[in-house]
């Protein structure tokens, strides 16, 4: 080790006497002006390395702010997910509750807690389609001689009671009663079952 440290002596010693014997065959002026490139030459490298530094922060910075952005959009995701898986689970559980009920019984005790059992006067099937283990049965629902305020009654029962039903559409037709008015109503209706794997 105490070889190796003065062989490296030695040599600079020797770089340094050259550059030595270098100065001294320069004019005052050439000194001068060796020195004065020699520091531009060194501003330059501490620039250039700075720059450099500067350019790596600054790409880094860009990195972490990138994967902050991507690790905030992953948690949305996952609770997003989290969130429908919920809505599906509930769903589910909505649909084996009333998977032995029927539709024409259910609007039957709606429209009975609207008070318009006596309007209600069918609720025929039409047909039924089967998508991904979820089966959608059609209804044609009519109704007669009902007022406005009946009909938003019947449709508030249908619709905020927890059977798995959807308005399609609705056909309504008005008619006048002395001074008041009265709708006959015919209504598309899907209801929605699970339908087990072998059925």
């Given at each position: 080790m105490a070889s190796r440290s003065g062989k490296i002596g030695r040599k600079l010693a020797i770089l340094g006497?050259?550059?030595e014997a270098m100065l001294g065959g320069m004019t005052a002026r050439d000194r001068k002006l060796f020195v004065g490139l020699t520091g531009?030459?060194?501003?330059?490298?501490?620039?250039?390395?700075?720059?450099?530094?500067?350019?790596?922060?600054?790409?880094l910075r860009g990195d972490i702010a990138e994967s902050e952005q991507q690790l905030v959009q992953t948690s949305d995701i996952r609770d997003q997910y989290e969130a429908d898986l919920a809505k599906i689970l509930d769903l589910e559980e909505t649909l084996r509750e009333h998977e032995n009920s029927d539709l024409s019984a259910f609007l039957e005790t709606a429209a009975t807690?609207?008070?318009?059992?006596?309007?209600?006067?069918?609720?025929?099937?039409?047909?039924?389609?089967?998508?991904?283990?979820?089966?959608?049965?059609?209804?044609?629902?009519?109704?007669?001689?009902?007022?406005?305020?009946?009909?938003?009654?019947?449709?508030?029962?249908?619709?905020?009671?927890?059977?798995?039903?959807?308005?399609?559409?609705?056909?309504?037709?008005?008619?006048?009663r002395g001074e008041e008015k009265q709708m006959t109503v015919k209504l598309d209706v899907a209801s929605f079952h699970l339908v087990e794997e072998g059925e």
């Open positions: 006497a050259r550059f531009v030459v060194v501003l330059l490298l501490i620039v250039g390395v700075g720059v450099m530094m500067s350019s790596s922060l600054s790409s807690s609207a008070d318009v059992r006596d309007r209600l006067n069918s609720v025929r099937e039409t047909s039924v389609t089967t998508l991904d283990g979820l089966e959608q049965r059609n209804y044609t629902v009519n109704l007669s001689s009902m007022t406005l305020p009946q009909m938003i009654n019947f449709l508030y029962e249908a619709e905020a009671g927890s059977y798995p039903l959807s308005i399609q559409s609705a056909n309504i037709r008005t008619s006048r």
